[in-house]
């Protein structure tokens, strides 16, 4: 009876973890986002109070960004890669600022147009898919498999990551980049008494090149 018990619980604990994981996948891109920021509850209440008020008056507006985000690292950790990446889109992106929305149909329209490669899709192609939406910008960010190799020496032991997280900002109503680039980085982790962990590694770089977009972002998209 004990064995059958235990059994169960395992099962339930399985079902309860898959769903909720189920459930991060398909939530949209701009509540995760929000979610999972690094923006103080107090300030974003602020913001909430902000926006309440700034639409009574007319003519309140904020640009609208359209957001997609791909996560292809095919890691065990991706949910975090997605929160740590997250954390920084949040703070470049404050709620006074812009509207953001999911890129999914964006997404859907190019796929239906035979573009499946949103990181190689044409800024035309992007245009034209996203013309009459009333979005203003266009934010691309992916992050393609990560390669984790081990790195041992005669007195440490560790881990050695590869990944490419190519991001791209198009100006929808003037026709022209914002900001494009690819970022092929690596990282390294050595510890003289091992147990270095891909994670680690993994989440050295993401952290790094999070800190770069939020600044591409802050210094290079019109407010």
């Given at each position: 009876?004990?064995?059958?018990?235990?059994?169960l619980?395992?099962f339930?604990?399985?079902?309860f973890s898959?769903?909720v994981?189920a459930?991060?996948?398909?939530r949209?891109i701009?509540e995760?986002?929000r979610a999972?920021?690094?923006?103080?509850?107090?300030?974003k209440?602020?913001?909430r109070?902000f926006?309440?008020?700034?639409?009574m008056s007319p003519g309140f507006?904020?640009?609208?960004?359209?957001i997609?985000y791909?996560n292809n690292a095919?890691t065990k950790?991706?949910k975090?890669i997605?929160?740590?990446?997250?954390e920084?889109?949040?703070?470049?992106?404050?709620?006074r600022?812009y509207?953001?929305?999911?890129?999914r149909?964006?997404?859907?329209?190019?796929?239906?147009?035979g573009?499946?490669?949103?990181?190689g899709?044409?800024r035309s192609d992007?245009?034209?898919a996203?013309a009459?939406s009333?979005?203003?910008y266009?934010l691309?960010?992916?992050?393609?498999?990560v390669?984790?190799?081990?790195k041992?020496?005669w007195?440490?032991?560790?881990?050695?990551?590869?990944t490419t997280?190519?991001?791209r900002?198009i100006?929808?109503n003037?026709n022209?980049?914002?900001?494009t680039?690819?970022?092929?980085?690596?990282?390294?982790t050595?510890?003289a008494?091992g147990?270095v962990g891909?994670?680690s590694?993994?989440?050295?770089?993401?952290?790094?090149?999070?800190?770069?977009i939020?600044s591409a972002?802050?210094?290079r998209m019109p407010?």
């Amino acid at each position: 009876m004990k064995k059958i018990l235990t059994l169960l619980l395992m099962f339930v604990l399985l079902a309860f973890s898959t769903t909720v994981f189920a459930g991060w996948n398909d939530r949209d891109i701009v509540e995760r986002i929000r979610a999972v920021g690094n923006t103080p509850s107090a300030q974003k209440k602020a913001d909430r109070i902000f926006l309440e008020q700034a639409k009574m008056s007319p003519g309140f507006r904020r640009p609208v960004v359209a957001i997609v985000y791909e996560n292809n690292a095919k890691t065990k950790y991706d949910k975090a890669i997605d929160k740590k990446l997250f954390e920084y889109l949040d703070a470049a992106l404050p709620m006074r600022t812009y509207e953001l929305v999911d890129g999914r149909k964006c997404k859907a329209m190019l796929a239906e147009a035979g573009i499946e490669d949103l990181a190689g899709a044409e800024r035309s192609d992007v245009i034209a898919a996203l013309a009459g939406s009333g979005v203003d910008y266009f934010l691309y960010l992916g992050v393609t498999p990560v390669q984790v190799k081990d790195k041992s020496s005669w007195l440490a032991a560790g881990k050695i990551a590869n990944t490419t997280l190519p991001f791209r900002i198009i100006d929808i109503n003037n026709n022209k980049y914002i900001y494009t680039k690819t970022y092929t980085e690596s990282g390294k982790t050595m510890s003289a008494i091992g147990g270095v962990g891909s994670k680690s590694v993994t989440m050295e770089i993401i952290t790094r090149v999070g800190k770069l977009i939020q600044s591409a972002i802050e210094s290079r998209m019109p407010k």
